[in-house]
């Protein structure tokens, strides 16, 4: 086990790689159906598909605020 204190922003991070992974798996399964001349699914599943660039987003906050956090311990 680590004695380092988690970062602020790993919650993030995590929260945002699982969310990713929810929306790419929403992607998928949209487009599957548009390949294979299938009935389109409903709209609620493209705005699932939104999930992708939100998880990327709060992701992408988390490391910039491990970045401050690592800038701050290390000092000027």
């Known amino acids: 086990m680590s004695s ?3 970062d602020p922003g790993d919650v993030y991070v995590k929260a945002g790689t699982a969310v ?3 929306g790419a798996l929403a992607t998928l399964i949209t487009f599957v ?3 294979l ?3 389109p699914l ?3 599943m493209y705005w699932l598909s939104m ?3 939100a ?3 709060a992701a ?4 910039f605020l491990n970045a401050r956090a690592q800038r701050r311990r290390v000092g000027p």
């Open 20 to 22: 990713f992974g929810l």
């Open 55 to 57: 998880g990327f987003l």
């Open 4 to 6: 380092q204190s988690p």
């Open 33 to 35: 159906p548009l390949f």
């Open 60 to 63: 992408l906050t988390g490391l």
């Open 37 to 39: 001349h299938l009935t």
């Open 42 to 44: 409903p709209t609620a």
């Open 51 to 53: 999930l992708m660039p």
